[in-house]
């Protein structure tokens, strides 16, 4: 039973634990958020258009390889 006990304070400690560190995040503002979601969303479309651009060269240059 002891150990069951043992277990079981360790997880209420580290749960507190998990609480005590979640109070120290500093969360973003709306605003914030907003910009990095855009600079994210912006970062990844240019970088789906270069790796398009990068396959089909690479496409085009097994393609001429091959005939």
């Not at 304070?9 to 580290?14: E, Q």
Request: proline share 1%.
């Amino acid at each position: 039973m002891a150990e069951k006990e043992k277990k079981g304070g360790r997880a209420k400690a580290w749960l507190e634990g998990l609480r005590t560190e979640f109070k120290k995040i500093i969360w973003p503002d709306q605003k914030t958020l907003v910009k990095q979601t855009v600079a994210v969303v912006a970062i990844t479309a240019v970088l789906a258009v270069l790796i398009s651009i990068f396959d089909a060269a690479i496409l085009e240059g097994i393609n001429l390889l091959v005939k």
